[in-house]
């Protein structure tokens, strides 16, 4: 059977990544710690910039479908 994903990448995968940065450090792999705090500052403004997007969408829905009005209140 042909896997996608190895047991070790779906460990990583279900792991939060201040909880995986903290486990390197007690290992004492301080490149991979600072590799993965590189990459979770990465995905932390492709985050933001999602839920940015989604609230312009959304506003901008509300303000054409109910009027720009209801957006203040």
Request: aromatic letters at 8%; proline letters at 5%.
């Amino acid at each position: 059977m042909n896997l996608i994903f190895a047991p070790q990448e779906l460990k990583n995968l279900a792991t939060p990544c201040p909880d995986r940065i903290i486990e390197q450090i007690r290992e004492g792999h301080i490149d991979a710690a600072a590799s993965l705090t590189r990459d979770m500052a990465g995905s932390r403004i492709r985050l933001h910039d999602f839920f940015a997007d989604t609230c312009t969408v959304l506003w901008s829905f509300a303000g054409e479908r109910f009027g720009e009005p209801c957006l203040e209140e």
